[in-house]
């Protein structure tokens, strides 16, 4: 088994978060910490991102016992990116209550000398300028994926569409399919964005599964059903780094990796909602994560 880093790119957090079932403040959060430590099982993870000088020295020693190299972290003067919302009764529905971007509000990676050949690329939902940044940083990479939201689809589509035409993979929602493409049907909007030259779509349904779309075929995997999910957030990008942590086991990333790499994917989000913050992450062996797989292949077999 080939064992290649990933690179990723993408925010650090505190976050202060209430659920049905209870609530958590200056919780470790952001889509950097959340894919790493879900891709951290399978490789060594080389981490981007910027965090004030409240951000806690444990947490970079924690990050580091997990793989994860944070030669890429900047430590700034300022506060930490923070993020506060409640969660209703449904819990796929939430609240955001606030939004401090803090030292984020001026983040420009810098991609260490050390990283930029790395292999495998994950752009996590920053600005689109700063991902066609990185994207002129790194060095011919074997394979990139990335993921955005509603607001940048809203405020910057034209940079974009320039991100999206330099990857390999999306990685969104119903939703923000149906902004990038103005189709609501889900198989329209997956043929149009491919005419757009895009090799490979997922679309992440949270508790319903996810898609994988290609030019010649589209593949279903339904979520791993939890008892309880505990806070889903960070569920996407656990979700992304289940992905990006499995392909970096491949030799080749064709579709059929891409299939079983949803199914782990799926299976990273799932451990992720069992707890508060990045807690559901940090004890995972490959051995409860291949139990998972296993389960969920099971549920799709006839």
């Not at 981007?48 to 900047?74: C, W, Y």
């Not at 050949?117 to 060095?139: R, Y």
């Not at 005419?195 to 589209?218: D, M, P, T």
Request: aromatic residues 10%.
């Amino acid at each position: 088994m080939s064992n290649r880093p990933v690179l990723v790119v993408g925010s650090i957090a505190f976050d202060d978060v209430e659920t049905p079932f209870g609530k958590r403040e200056n919780a470790l959060g952001g889509s950097a910490l959340y894919f790493s430590l879900a891709a951290a099982p399978f490789t060594t993870v080389n981490l981007v991102g910027v965090a004030g000088e409240d951000f806690p020295k444990a947490a970079i020693q924690m990050l580091n016992a997990h793989s994860v190299n944070t030669r890429g972290l900047a430590i700034v003067p300022g506060k930490t990116f923070r993020w506060g919302g409640k969660y209703h009764d449904d819990i796929n529905q939430r609240d955001t209550l606030y939004t401090y971007l803090n030292v984020f509000a001026d983040f420009r990676p810098i991609i260490p000398e050390s990283y930029r050949t790395t292999p495998l690329v994950f752009l996590g939902n920053i600005q689109p300028k700063l991902q066609l940044d990185v994207l002129q940083q790194v060095m011919h990479p074997q394979f990139v994926a990335l993921d955005t939201m509603n607001l940048w689809i809203k405020t910057t589509p034209r940079e974009l569409e320039d991100a999206i035409r330099q990857v390999d993979l999306l990685i969104i929602n119903d939703s923000e399919l149906a902004e990038i493409t103005g189709k609501l049907n889900l198989i329209a909007g997956l043929q149009k964005i491919h005419q757009k030259g895009l090799k490979y779509v997922i679309i992440k349904r949270g508790e319903h599964g996810a898609y994988f779309s290609w030019n010649k075929g589209i593949f279903f995997s339904p979520a791993f059903p939890v008892a309880k999910a505990i806070d889903p957030t960070g569920a996407g990008d656990s979700f992304a780094g289940g992905l990006m942590g499995y392909l970096a086991t491949c030799n080749q990333i064709t579709p059929a990796a891409l299939r079983k790499a949803v199914i782990y994917a799926c299976v990273l989000g799932s451990f992720c909602v069992e707890n508060f913050s990045v807690d559901g992450l940090l004890n995972l062996s490959l051995a409860s994560i291949e139990q998972r797989y296993q389960f969920l292949r099971r549920m799709v077999k006839i």
